[in-house]
């Protein structure tokens, strides 16, 4: 890795070879590291070191953008020179007023660095995956996924002042278990790869893979239904994306924004985005350099808030909440959300059901009405019928068509105990990010079509 110092250095010298009114540098450099299994057996075992540097160059109102993964002095001018280039040849953004002045960033709860986990071999990797693997042989089922370590420096800096460093690590472990007729799911991701229960997450894949064999048909429609943790992430997500962005509401296409101060779920229900949780993917700032802020987005089932980045708040002469995404985007994104922990636990939601779903997590799901947050989407990797207070016996996978604000609406119990999920780390540029979610118990779920398998 670079390190403080010399991102620092590269940081000031793009800013000094800049000619523009107001320019942004952004580096990031990340050392990832990949070992990826399947029919039980590890097929890839990469590694990758990579530094970018990102150049935001403002005239006026006129913005442009340039990106190079070379961070020689010479590349680095470069890249500066061409965001110059392109800034000139582009019309004039009319709601652009300026790039964030310096803050200091919050204090973190928890350090961001693990050694642990950076300095994790590939030797670690892979017992970690052949104890899933030895598992899941035991009841002649098959292990998949994969075990993503690495570490992430972030550098941002801009004309204005803002100079902003940090380092951190992150660790996702993720399996999906077959077996001849059914199939099992866990994960689990942790800044500290140590706090990843490697056993527990085989455990409960390989249990859901055997428990789920010979599903049997079940008629669609209306059920009670009790929702693991990985399907909750799904729902939040979809609110995430639809509903608790600043410019959603802005452009009139936000559940939050027509609905403010007002219910929206059940009055159990607070999600929350928390950048200094040390139970998430804690963060000190955005990626403009805005200090992250705790913003209450949904409190006890109202509407209360959104995410600002500069852009939008300047719109609305409001203080950006530090939650700008990487340029060019230009829309703030909650990455460090929370749905608040009940009283409740999954047994005791299953002795209460009479007749209910129970599932494990969604897949393939597609957005029809972001007002409604109306989705469709599949069930996977262990669907249950529950009946009399236990669970009975598999199910085929089910179709949902179901808005996620009415199905919200009527909640019967939230589990006390909350889990980090995330999604597969493997692609892209390495930034960790999570929801932090319970289990839910739901009074009514559309399931709307059935499956063969």
């Known amino acids: 890795m670079y390190g403080q110092s010399k991102i620092k250095k590269m940081l000031q010298l793009a800013l000094s070879a800049s000619r523009a009114d107001q320019t942004e540098v952004f580096i990031t450099a990340e050392d990832s590291a990949l070992t990826r299994f399947a029919n039980s057996y590890i097929h890839q075992n990469v590694a990758q070191r990579n530094g970018t540097i990102s150049v935001r160059a403002i005239f006026g109102k006129k913005i442009g953008m340039a990106s190079s993964n070379i961070l020689t002095e010479q590349s680095i001018r470069d890249t500066v020179s061409q965001a110059c280039r392109i800034a000139k040849l582009q019309h004039d953004n009319p709601d652009f007023v300026s790039l964030p002045g310096p803050e200091k960033a919050g204090r973190m709860a928890t350090d961001l660095y693990v050694e642990e986990t950076a300095k994790i071999t590939p030797a670690q990797r892979a017992e970690a995956v052949g104890r899933i693997c030895r598992k899941a042989e035991k009841h002649k089922a098959r292990a998949f996924g994969a075990f993503s370590t690495g570490t992430v420096e972030i550098g941002i800096a801009n004309s204005l002042g803002v100079m902003q460093y940090n380092c951190s690590t992150d660790a996702n472990l993720n399996t999906v278990v077959m077996s001849d007729t059914g199939s099992g799911y866990g994960q689990g991701a942790s800044r500290d790869v140590g706090k990843i229960n490697i056993n527990a997450i085989a455990d409960s894949a390989v249990k859901k893979a055997v428990d789920s064999r010979n599903p049997v048909d079940i008629k669609p429609g209306r059920y009670q239904v009790i929702l693991e943790d990985m399907a909750v992430y799904t729902l939040v997500e979809f609110m995430n994306y639809t509903g608790f962005s600043a410019m959603a509401v802005q452009e009139g296409r936000s559940f939050?924004?027509?609905?403010?101060?007002?219910?929206?779920?059940?009055t159990k229900i607070t999600i929350v985005d928390d950048p200094y949780n040390k139970k998430g993917f804690a963060f000190p700032f955005d990626f403009e350099g805005v200090p992250k802020q705790k913003v209450t987005l949904i409190d006890k089932g109202i509407a209360c808030g959104v995410v600002y980045d500069s852009y939008t708040a300047y719109k609305e002469n409001k203080k950006s909440t530090g939650h700008a995404l990487p340029a060019p985007a230009y829309f703030p994104m909650a990455l460090n959300l929370e749905m608040k922990g009940g009283q409740s636990s999954i047994e005791e939601m299953i002795r209460t059901t009479e007749r209910g779903i129970y599932v494990t997590r969604f897949h393939?799901?597609?957005?029809?009405?972001?007002?409604?947050?109306?989705?469709?989407?599949m069930t996977r990797d262990g669907t249950f019928l529950i009946e009399n207070g236990r669970i009975t016996k598999?199910?085929?996978n089910l179709r949902f068509t179901e808005s996620v604000l009415k199905t919200l609406s009527k909640v019967s119990a939230i589990s006390?105990?909350?889990?980090?999920?995330?999604?597969?780390?493997?692609?892209?540029?390495?930034?960790?990010n999570g929801i932090r979610v319970p289990a839910l118990k739901l009074e009514s779920f559309n399931f709307s079509g059935t499956t063969e398998f």
């Open 256 to 266: 939050i924004g027509l609905n403010m101060g007002k219910p929206v779920v059940d």
């Open 364 to 377: 393939y799901c597609n957005l029809i009405d972001p007002m409604q947050v109306s989705l469709t989407g």
């Open 394 to 396: 598999p199910v085929k």
């Open 416 to 432: 006390k105990k909350t889990s980090l999920v995330t999604e597969d780390n493997a692609y892209g540029n390495r930034f960790a």
